[in-house]
């Protein structure tokens, strides 16, 4: 890691953000765009695009409260959108980017969505891959419908039981190691076919990590979303990833938020779970590109823009 590397320059960055250490990846060459991790509190190599990297500069970010980022004094509370956000146009004003792509997965999308209805100036387009309108208890009776449905599916399986544990699991995290065991225990749950490409996808499962991140605010309130009422004001180009057999950001809050954001464009993988960049690497690298394509006169389309 070379401190004194140009801000966008391949390899590893840390830097200093209010006081709070953020560290970022930069892959890729192209159009600039940062991709924010889901969970929140998974690790952020999980979300590696190779097959992106070949159109676009990618900008990991270790989201604060993760990896070699910053935690904050309230840790674990305290990681709400308007601190992510933050972080966010923090990074682009280091970069000195007017504007950049976001990419948001999962929690992730959540964050990019709230950035590009907050700061709008700053975003070239956005990509809500495997997000939602909402959270709260419409949002958890979905997945556990999809969820159900998922174990019907795969009754005869011996390795159901252990998914079905990890789920239960999750509602008694409390710290690391139990995140990053429930995360590991219901992977195949998000994956559309994961015991049938278990050599492929084992190699994920078994490094996958994160740190426990709650869902409440710094005075230990809940932080609920619900941008039902907000998302047809943004004015950012938009485009919903979505994989058909995705049992936590499912095909039902795909179409509501491309139906609830003005001239967004939706992209259903058909084979793919919740992790379309690896189950289907070059229709999501196509889907991308083709987006971003779409809108060249943006000032974060510029040709690699690197210092």
Not at 153 to 164: F, G, I, M, S
Request: hydrophobic share 40%; charged share 20%; glycine share 10%.
């Amino acid at each position: 890691m070379n401190e004194n590397a140009a801000p966008l320059s391949p390899g590893v960055h840390t830097i200093d953000l209010d006081g709070i250490t953020q560290r970022y990846h930069i892959h890729g060459t192209g159009p600039v765009c940062l991709a924010h991790p889901g969970g929140p509190g998974v690790f952020w190599e999980y979300l590696r695009m190779p097959a992106v990297e070949r159109h676009l500069t990618m900008v990991y970010m270790e989201p604060i409260g993760t990896g070699g980022s910053g935690r904050l004094a309230s840790h674990p509370n305290g990681y709400t959108r308007e601190r992510y956000t933050k972080a966010l146009i923090g990074l682009l004003d280091y970069l000195n980017l007017p504007q950049a792509y976001l990419l948001g997965h999962s929690h992730g999308g959540f964050v990019v969505q709230h950035c590009a209805l907050r700061h709008p100036d700053r975003v070239a387009g956005v990509v809500l891959y495997e997000s939602s309108p909402l959270t709260g208890p419409e949002f958890m009776a979905e997945a556990m419908a999809n969820v159900q449905e998922f174990s019907h599916r795969h009754a005869d399986n011996p390795d159901l039981p252990e998914v079905v544990q990890a789920f239960q699991a999750t509602a008694a995290i409390s710290n690391d190691a139990e995140f990053t065991a429930a995360v590991r225990g219901l992977l195949p749950a998000y994956f559309a076919d994961y015991w049938g490409r278990e050599q492929e996808f084992a190699p994920m499962r078994a490094t996958v990590s994160g740190c426990h991140i709650s869902g409440f605010d710094e005075d230990q309130g809940p932080e609920t979303i619900d941008d039902r009422e907000t998302l047809a004001s943004m004015t950012v180009p938009a485009m919903v990833v979505v994989g058909r057999y995705d049992v936590i950001c499912g095909m039902r809050w795909a179409r509501e938020l491309s139906k609830l954001i003005p001239d967004s464009r939706l992209i259903v993988l058909n084979d793919s779970g919740h992790f379309g960049h690896i189950e289907e690497p070059e229709t999501f690298a196509e889907a991308v590109a083709g987006f971003v394509a779409s809108y060249p006169g943006a000032p974060g389309s510029q040709s690699s823009m690197r210092s």
